[in-house]
């Protein structure tokens, strides 16, 4: 992930780290489900090594939903930042819920996320620590 992708994670442990608000559009009620990048990789690699007669589509991703509040929270609880929410309006093509079945994962390739949330966002934070070439954190526990 890069330091300025815009994406919800990466926006949100930047933003924690450097002090600066958290960005949240709407209440923070809507929900997106996280998959972090091992689970994502192993699932593609599974895909393109089946047979022929496996198509798609087939999601791979996180079944599990989190609301966007509740993601910056647990940034801000990990990362031990003083970062406030700050709420702006939501736009209206935002969608309120995003979730994937991958029931297809689970019976055509025997696929599921292993990875739990807080253990990929430790990983995550450590990796954006670093690549903002902050020292590594004192022992600030993964939030469950």
Same mark, same amino acid.
């Given at each position: *992930?890069?330091?300025?992708?815009?994406?919800?994670?990466?926006?949100?442990?930047?933003?924690?780290? #450097?002090?600066?608000? /958290? %960005? +949240?559009?709407?209440?923070?009620?809507?929900?997106?489900?996280?998959?972090?990048?091992?689970?994502?990789?192993?699932?593609? *690699?599974?895909?393109?090594?089946?047979?022929?007669?496996?198509?798609?589509?087939?999601?791979?991703? #996180?079944?599990?939903? /989190? %609301? +966007?509040?509740?993601?910056?929270?647990?940034?801000?609880?990990?990362?031990?930042?003083?970062?406030?929410?700050?709420?702006?309006?939501?736009?209206?093509?935002?969608?309120?819920?995003?979730?994937?079945?991958?029931?297809?994962?689970?019976?055509?390739?025997?696929?599921?996320?292993?990875?739990?949330?807080?253990?990929?966002?430790?990983?995550?934070?450590?990796?954006?620590?670093?690549?903002?070439?902050?020292?590594?954190?004192?022992?600030?526990?993964?939030?469950?």
């Amino acid at each position: *992930m890069q330091i300025n992708d815009g994406r919800v994670v990466s926006n949100f442990i930047v933003q924690a780290l #450097n002090g600066e608000p /958290i %960005t +949240i559009y709407g209440e923070g009620d809507q929900t997106r489900s996280f998959c972090f990048v091992d689970d994502q990789i192993d699932g593609l *690699m599974r895909l393109m090594n089946t047979e022929d007669a496996v198509t798609g589509p087939i999601n791979i991703g #996180n079944p599990h939903e /989190i %609301t +966007i509040r509740e993601m910056a929270e647990r940034v801000i609880a990990l990362t031990g930042s003083k970062s406030q929410l700050v709420f702006k309006p939501l736009p209206q093509d935002d969608p309120m819920q995003r979730c994937p079945d991958i029931t297809k994962a689970r019976s055509q390739l025997g696929w599921q996320p292993r990875v739990h949330l807080a253990d990929g966002l430790e990983k995550t934070v450590a990796y954006f620590r670093e690549a903002l070439g902050m020292r590594p954190a004192a022992s600030v526990k993964a939030v469950s």
